[in-house]
T-cell receptor
Framework: GAVVSQHPSRVICKSGTSVKIECRSL??????MFWYRQFPKQSLMLMAT?????????EQGVEKDKFLINHASLTLSTLTVTSAHPEDSSFYIC???????????????FGPGTRLTVL | SQKIEQNSEALNIQEGKTATLTCNYT??????LQWYRQDPGRGPVFLLL?????KEKRKERLKVTFDTTLKQSLFHITASQPADSATYLC???????????FGKGTRLHILP
């Protein structure tokens, strides 16, 4: 149980294009999903908290107009990297917190990640 | 400053021995601490959670300790196997109203 999928697993795009990454909880509902970015040999850095039915909460230094998040249902959140540039190349990972329980006390289940390469 | 520290260098352990990984933190009083496993190019997989009022937690060959006085957690893998080779991340909840933060992880190599 508690499986989270991400699509695509890998994407290569040209500078200036937009890329959408999907995060799905396959066997549970999640009112809250998180989006992280991870650079090589670095820790996961939280980008934003995605809340179903409301606006995402972005961490300091993360541009909300560049990283658009839509949490359209209790099983799907999407991250769109708009006008991507080479510096946006990274490993993007989502996680989901099952159910309606307290956001910050439940275990997160992570997706397999999406490797984005911007040429 | 507030931070989480994990062994920065890779840890090489002979198969069958116990691997011990360290997670130290400063300036936090975390409600709980978690350990995750991350394989290359994959997302983290949750392993264990230990709460502030717990000293030790076990799961099969895994054992986690939590010393709130030393501000340290130890993660042990007994009877280690080459398949245990991965990066292990420590994460904690700084405060009850905060978000989980992660250490950089320690790469563990179990040598056959």
């Amino acid at each position: 149980g508690a499986v989270v999928s991400q699509h695509p697993s890998r994407v290569i795009c040209k500078s200036g294009t937009s890329v959408k990454i999907e995060c799905r909880s396959l066997d549970f509902q999640a009112t809250t999903m998180f989006w992280y970015r991870q650079f090589p040999k670095q820790s996961l850095m939280l980008m934003a908290t995605s809340n179903e039915g409301s606006k995402a909460t972005y961490e300091q230094g993360v541009e909300k107009d560049k990283f658009l998040i839509n949490h359209a249902s209790l099983t799907l959140s999407t991250l769109t990297v708009t006008s991507a540039h080479p510096e946006d190349s990274s490993f993007y990972i989502c996680s989901a917190v099952p159910g309606l329980a307290g956001v910050y006390t439940d275990t997160q289940y992570f997706g397999p990640g999406t490797r984005l390469t911007v040429l | 400053s507030q931070k989480i520290e994990q062994n920065s260098e890779a840890l090489n352990i002979q198969e069958g021995k116990t691997a011990t990984l360290t997670c130290n933190y400063t300036n936090y009083s975390p409600a709980y601490l978690q350990w995750y496993r991350q394989d290359p190019g994959r997302g983290p997989v949750f392993l264990l959670l230990i709460r502030e009022n717990e000293k030790e937690k076990r799961k099969e060959r895994l054992k986690v300790t939590f010393d709130t006085t030393l501000k340290q957690s130890l993660f042990h893998i007994t009877a280690s196997q080459p398949a245990d080779s991965a990066t292990y991340l420590c994460a904690l909840l700084p405060n009850r109203d905060d978000k989980i933060i992660f250490g950089k992880g320690t790469r563990l190599h179990i040598l056959p």
